[in-house]
């Protein structure tokens, strides 16, 4: 594998890891509000960092 290659997998592995710990500290966010408004900006938030994961790990393959 070329050594940019290598890189950009590196890369969006780290990308999906950090992106799956900042989901569950939204959807933890998510559980602690009190109002509906600010549960759903934390979970969309959280919908559109899992669409990054997927691409990510689709790019993966």
Known sequence: MPADG???EDALRLAVDKNLADIRT???WAERSDGLDE???HIGHALELLAEVKENLEALR
Request: glycine content about 0%; proline content about 0%.
């Open 39 to 41: 549960k759903l900006r």
């Open 6 to 8: 290598k890189l950009l």
């Open 26 to 28: 939204l959807l933890a």
